[in-house]
């Protein structure tokens, strides 16, 4: 017997300075895996690659969310940036559709819902899907470093700018 799925999986990556977060969806309130993964010390990108490399191998996704770190998109480290083109290139040699999307563009679509920050964002996602919810870290007071679980949301929030324009919205 074959199964065939329902939807497509959708993974989708944020990249962070200590590594990276992800959300594989399958359908836009579907998750079915998701996490961070943190890697610190010497040659941190070909260890990130690494860990991509073997969720894609694992989950073989038909769509890679990344976000858009071109001159006109969001602008990220020298690291990052070389990281995130290097994912793409891996998403490319496996037949994956690769899509981009900026923190502007995710900005502008969850306005529509009165979300503007990340913390804001975050607890929107986690009203459509509430798995997510106890991993929403609390509110960062200015003088705290961001919760690396943030990450987790930011990769969601750019699921859903897929999700989004493939409904046509």
């Known amino acids: 017997m074959i199964f065939k799925r329902r939807y497509d999986l959708v993974l989708a990556i944020q990249l ?24 610190r010390g010497a ?5 990130c ?5 073997s969720l894609v191998t694992l989950h073989t996704p038909d769509v890679l969310v990344l976000q858009d770190m071109s001159e006109r998109g969001t ?24 899509r981009r999307y900026s923190r502007a563009q995710v900005i ?24 997510l919810g106890l991993y929403v870290p609390r509110a960062r007071k200015p ?13 969601a929030a750019l699921a859903w700018m897929y999700f989004r324009s493939i409904n046509g919205g």
């Open 16 to 39: 962070q300075s200590r590594g990276f977060a992800f959300v594989l969806f399958e359908g836009w309130l579907a998750p079915v895996d998701w996490g961070v993964q943190d890697l």
């Open 108 to 131: 502008e679509h969850f306005e529509e819902q009165g979300a503007r920050t990340k913390q804001r964002i975050a607890e929107a996602i986690t009203k459509h899907i509430p798995a």
């Open 43 to 47: 040659d941190k990108n070909a260890r």
């Open 143 to 155: 003088w705290m470093s961001e919760d690396a679980r943030m990450g987790i949301f930011d990769a």
């Open 49 to 53: 690659l690494a860990r991509v490399a």
């Open 75 to 98: 602008v990220r480290a020298q690291r990052i940036q070389e990281l995130n083109r290097r994912i793409a290139e891996l998403a490319d040699q496996r037949g994956i559709l690769v």
